[in-house]
């Protein structure tokens, strides 16, 4: 298991440098999780290009804590794009304005799944916020939805 571990995060941080080259939206999910392929065909629908990988929920914990992901900030997919971190069910639109804008954080999270949401679509909607995800790891509202 540890050179399986290793290996994923060798490729983690292949992905993230050659990510900030293509700005490819590089998906971790789980095989069987539908919402991620809803998720996956928003930001397609948007104009990104998006690779995703299936992997195990031991592979995704490592993910998550590779990538600065707290269980404050968690959803079911991790993605890396552009150097950022992108948790969760963000709207493509977030993700726009967050590589436009350039913050100097990790990334951005839109905790839990929440009801509305991209790939979340269907019966009820919720308010929800995007959270921008600073380098110490403290967060704040970047969008509300």
């Not at 930001?43 to 707290?70: C, L, R």
Request: glycine share 12%; aromatic share 4%.
């Amino acid at each position: 298991m540890k050179l399986r571990t290793l290996l994923l995060s060798a490729a983690i941080s292949f992905l993230s440098a050659s990510v900030a080259l293509s700005a490819t939206v590089s998906v971790f999910k789980d095989a069987g999780c539908g919402c991620c392929g809803g998720w996956i065909a928003h930001m397609t629908a948007n104009g990104f290009t998006v690779a995703s990988a299936d992997i195990s929920p031991e592979e995704m914990d490592v993910v998550k804590a590779k990538a600065g992901i707290t269980g404050d900030t968690a959803s079911c997919h991790t993605a890396l794009v552009d150097g950022y971190v992108v948790e969760g069910h963000v709207p493509a639109s977030d993700v726009q304005r967050l590589l436009a804008e350039r913050p100097d954080a990790v990334g951005l999270a839109a905790p839990g799944m929440p009801a509305g949401s991209p790939g979340m679509e269907g019966a009820g909607a919720e308010p929800y916020d995007v959270l921008l995800i600073h380098k110490d790891g403290s967060t704040e509202i970047f969008a509300s939805h």
